[in-house]
């Protein structure tokens, strides 16, 4: 297990490298840079220069590139353009707003697919299920940014429930969890609908059944835990994908996190804030990606076997 | 599935989906409703943006508030106010360091917390004592002595002194937002430690006014030199930076011993919320008191809600089209003549600026020193075509217009089927900010639709006029223009001066390397009752002095 843990690190340095390669150079290419909106308006062209020779923009990409992670081999992400501040510190400032409205979405998605889908697949082809799966689907309908407003206008405006927005209580948290929560409701329901479907044909269910088994234990012990593998893996492709950011809702919601930091700099051509934000969250990614693979272990002990052999068999070979 | 199941299903999705519809047609309802009160606001704005003169005011009773209270400067007697007061912002603070920003946003913040040697009053127009008591010039404007205040404590409890705007000047070397000014001064001495002498590069009678800009704020040498990363923001102005966090908020708090006496809150946070609906409604909901930018087609939401007023003031920030005049097709001036005849200006600012706007007749700010009404190109369809044969006998012009998106976009495309009518086809290119501002420094478009905030003082033509120059889009070069502006910046003479200014304008007037559109109306959504606002034709509002009744 360790010796996979250790290979599955050390293929995240090609990753970064590849990552860190693309997003310097796409920057590079794209139309515009840092100087012209950094400058004042009457900025003349030996201003601009002078600027760019203190960001060290007049000299080619490459060495830029090179630069720039052979600071990150001593641990310096390099400094913002815009802001003059450490790019890692910056980043480190966003991140646990990301964190916590990434879980709080898992939760609510969590929390409202899987009941569904169990639900969903005990009742196949019966009115239930239309009405979950139809229900499940209009959580991927509505966009992000609209249902947003829709819920600050409703719960907010109207309701006086919630902040419309920010990071100052704890009640902030339920407007833009929501907002992402259904959304990725629909992959997650039909998910654990199908997965449970599969389960609930095997014969060893019908076993439980015959033995007098409650079904409501058969269904939660029996059936939920084997049909557990591909939700998981869902769940950690979406935590996944939260944790790089939700643009629309944290720009709805004025949530200070990752993916604004990392759109508005980009607004700004602000390429070391963009390269060691998008480097940090490929780090973060790749490390709940890992995690989730471990979690299959601890949830199917097949695969736990797996791993054991592997190192037995290594061992004995 | 049986038949019926299918059937209970149809039901079911048809239902959704007629929920749905009545949700967006009550969606719909509320924002025609509220389309219909932008324009009755608008319509306000259109009337009462013709009163506006010289110096920016602020317009109590515009936008249906009729009882004049619309931001009163001093407090009522009498009513408790708040303590807190949170501003949502549309752009956030990405620094707390002037020297390395100056826009608007960042601007508040400057004017709250720190002073220049002077203050220009908007309600005058004249430049007034701040850090400075007095001040004079010899040399023709080469050189200038300033007689500080004396007593005036920094945040960190240093006095102000004659050292810490020598130290302020030498700082600014090579910094983002001050090296232009920098590159101004020949050398900055300290007499006493009252007394502060500065020689410039060149005579500048302007010099007082640039004085009194952000940019020129003093900063505390002990601060920055103590802490170099929160030094910056250690001002004498009445706040002070409490917390900060790039691209999130900025709370300051009161500073008691302020020179300029305690403000009227306790704290003032700046909040970023860049989506103008939620602004709004955090602006509705009590969660804000003061909505920055509140979006056009919302203005009139904040007229309609009695707990909201609408601060409207005639906004000194040009929109305009340059051409490329270094590069085709865009170099020929009888295409540019052509162009500025067939451009129907009323169809623009009703529809781009939802008539919020007056319209620009030269091209030079309304409130800035030497401007003249020119008129404006009235549209003529018949001069149009007559530049346009002679620009293209044969006709099939096609012009790039670069722009950035937004109410620019649609000037853009109104100016599409405008010109078509001339025959000139408008090809539109869309850029983000970024891509458009360097591809326009550059040189490498047509022609744009851009804007620029005119300052006070005449010599700020200069750097859209100046070849070289960043926001010079037209690349204009016109060495007559430049000499005018050199002899105008150090003329005493203010007939003549005025006059250099005249011919200036003539002069871009004429050859046409920009087309003035507009001016565009400045809206603030406050609470009902909030005053001590000082309106900036510029949008760099001072909010030292602001008050918010408490519920």
Not at chain 1, 148 to 162: D, E, P, Q, T, Y
Not at chain 2, 77 to 106: C, F, P, R, Y
Not at chain 2, 302 to 321: A, E, F
Not at chain 2, 439 to 465: K, P, V, W
Request: proline content about 4%; aromatic content about 8%; hydrophobic content about 40%.
């Amino acid at each position: 297990m360790h010796r996979y843990i250790i290979k599955r690190l050390f293929l995240m340095i090609p990753v970064i490298i590849g990552v860190s390669f693309l997003v310097f150079f796409i920057m590079d290419m794209a139309p515009g840079d840092a100087v012209d909106l950094m400058a004042p308006e009457g900025a003349t062209a030996e201003d601009l220069d002078a600027i760019r020779h203190e960001l060290g923009l007049d000299q080619p990409v490459v060495i830029r590139y090179v630069k720039y992670m052979g600071g990150m081999l001593h641990g310096d992400m390099g400094v913002s353009y815009v802001s003059k501040t450490d790019v890692f510190d910056t980043y480190m400032e966003k991140l646990p707003a990301t964190i916590k409205l990434s879980f709080a979405s898992i939760l609510v998605s969590v929390l409202l697919s899987v009941p569904l889908g169990i639900y969903s697949a005990t009742k196949q082809g019966t009115l239930q299920d239309n009405i979950s799966m139809v229900l499940a689907m209009i959580g991927l309908s509505m966009p992000n940014f609209w249902l947003g407003l829709l819920l600050i206008i409703a719960f907010s405006l109207k309701l006086h429930m919630f902040p419309s927005g920010g990071d100052q209580t704890l009640s902030s948290i339920v407007l833009p969890a929501l907002t992402i929560g259904t959304g990725l409701m629909a992959t997650l329901t039909r998910t654990t609908r199908s997965s449970m479907l599969d389960v609930l044909k095997q014969e060893y269910l019908r076993t439980a059944r015959a033995k007098g088994i409650p079904e409501k234990i058969v269904v939660m012990s029996h059936a939920l835990r084997n049909a557990l593998i591909p939700i998981i893996t869902i769940i950690g492709t979406q935590l996944a994908g939260v944790l790089g950011g939700s643009v629309l809702t944290e720009t709805v919601f004025a949530w200070p996190g990752v993916g604004r930091l990392i759109v508005d700099s980009l607004n700004m051509r602000d390429t070391p804030l963009v390269t060691g934000s998008i480097i940090m969250t490929t780090i973060l990614l790749s490390i709940v990606l890992l995690l989730v693979d471990l979690l299959y272990a601890v949830v199917d002990p097949r695969i736990k076997a797996q791993y054991i052999t592997k190192r037995g068999k290594k061992k004995h070979g | 599935m049986t038949k019926k199941m299918y059937r209970m299903t149809a039901i079911l999705m048809a239902a959704v989906m007629v929920a749905g519809t009545l949700a967006g047609c009550s969606g719909g309802g509320d924002q025609s409703q509220t389309t219909a009160q932008a324009e009755a606001g608008s319509t306000a704005a259109a009337d009462s943006s013709g009163t506006a003169g010289g110096a920016a005011e602020t317009k109590g009773g515009a936008a249906g508030t009729a009882d004049g209270a619309v931001n009163a400067m001093t407090p009522p007697e009498g009513v408790a106010l708040k303590d807190d007061i949170v501003i949502g912002m549309k752009s956030k603070h990405t620094t707390i360091d002037q020297m390395e920003a100056s826009n608007t946003q960042h601007n508040y913040m400057w004017r709250m917390i720190q002073d220049t040697l002077v203050h220009f009053n908007n309600a005058t127009g004249e430049v007034e004592p701040q850090l400075a008591t007095e001040w004079s010039t010899e040399d023709g404007g080469k050189t200038y002595i300033f007689k500080l205040r004396d007593g005036v404590k920094f945040h960190n409890g240093e006095t102000f002194k004659a050292s810490d705007v020598v130290f302020t000047f030498n700082r600014m070397e090579g910094t983002t937002s001050c090296n232009g000014l920098f590159l101004k001064v020949e050398s900055v001495e300290a007499v006493d430690d009252l007394t502060v002498k500065m020689v410039l590069v060149d005579p500048n009678l302007d010099w007082p006014y640039m004085m009194t800009l952000p940019t020129s704020c003093i900063q505390s040498e002990k601060a920055v030199t103590d802490d170099p990363t929160k030094g910056p923001a250690v001002g004498t102005g009445p706040w002070m930076v409490d917390s900060y966090e790039f691209g999130n908020y900025t709370k300051l708090v009161a500073f008691e011993d302020s020179w300029r006496g305690a403000p009227n809150a306790k704290t003032f946070t700046f909040r970023y919320i860049p989506e103008d609906s939620a602004r709004l409604i955090a602006l509705q909901n009590g969660e804000v008191d003061i909505c920055a930018e509140p979006a056009m087609i919302e203005l009139g939401t904040i007229v309609d809600d009695p707990n909201l007023d609408l601060v409207q003031y005639d906004g000194g920030s040009l929109t305009y089209m340059a051409f490329n005049t270094q590069k085709e097709p865009a170099n020929n001036e009888d295409l540019r003549k052509a162009i500025a005849y067939a451009i129907d200006l009323d169809t623009i600012i009703a529809v781009a600026a939802e008539g919020n706007a007056r319209k620009a007749t030269s091209f030079w700010g309304w409130s800035e020193y030497g401007y003249v009404d020119l008129g404006g190109y009235e549209r003529d369809l018949d001069k149009a075509k007559e530049y346009y044969a002679k620009a293209y006998p044969s006709g099939g012009a096609t012009l790039d217009v670069s722009v950035s998106g937004g109410e620019r976009k649609t000037i853009a495309e109104l100016m599409q089927s405008q010109l078509k009518e001339i025959g000139i086809t408008v090809n539109i290119v869309e850029l983000d900010s970024a891509g458009l501002s360097t591809t326009t420094t550059n040189g490498e478009h047509q022609s744009c639709i851009y804007g620029m905030g005119f300052n006070i003082f005449g010599d700020d033509a200069r750097r859209i006029l100046q070849p070289g120059s960043a926001v010079n889009k037209a690349h204009y070069d016109s060495s007559k223009v430049m000499e005018l502006l050199d002899k105008a910046v150090c003329e005493e003479d203010e007939a003549q001066r005025k006059d250099y200014y005249k011919q200036i304008q003539e002069d871009v007037y004429e050859h046409v390397p920009y087309i003035p559109l507009y001016f565009a109306d400045g809206f603030i959504g406050v609470k009902k009752g909030t005053g001590g606002i000082d309106i900036y034709p510029t949008s760099h509002h001072d909010y030292s002095n602001i008050f918010v009744p408490a519920e």
